[in-house]
């Protein structure tokens, strides 16, 4: 599986970001997709996933800003962060569930959010 994610960029505080993640190859043994993201330094972190049937967990703190859905298009899911912070910034990776036992990472795509 491999998975592409876009939408990353610079973006003032209070704005909105929102960062697509698609899977290629060996896809029908994808069970879940999802996010986390990771300033330099520091451990990388939960920001939410969602499982093919559509149920979702965002991480505590971001819930209210952050959502987590499937898109139209087949393997397809989307992060819509809003109200974003500073300490949002950092490198958001894509992450799909493969079978019971196997993650498979996207590159990571940057977001910045300046004061």
């Known amino acids: 599986v491999q998975l592409q994610a876009f939408g990353g960029g610079l973006v003032q505080a209070g704005g909105s970001l929102r960062l697509s993640c698609t899977a290629s190859?060996?896809?029908?043994?994808?069970?879940?997709m999802g996010w986390y993201r990771q300033v330099p330094g520091k451990q990388r972190e939960m920001v939410g996933h969602i499982s093919k049937g559509g149920i979702t967990n965002i991480a505590d703190s971001l819930e209210g800003r952050f959502t987590i859905s499937w898109g139209n298009a087949e393997n397809t899911v989307f992060l819509q962060m809003n109200d974003l912070r500073p300490e949002d910034t950092a490198i958001y990776y894509c992450?799909?569930?493969?079978?019971?036992?196997?993650?498979?990472w996207g590159q990571g795509t940057q977001v910045t959010v300046s004061s």
């Open positions: 190859g060996g896809t029908s043994s994808i069970n879940s």
């Open positions: 992450v799909a569930g493969v079978g019971p036992y196997n993650d498979a």
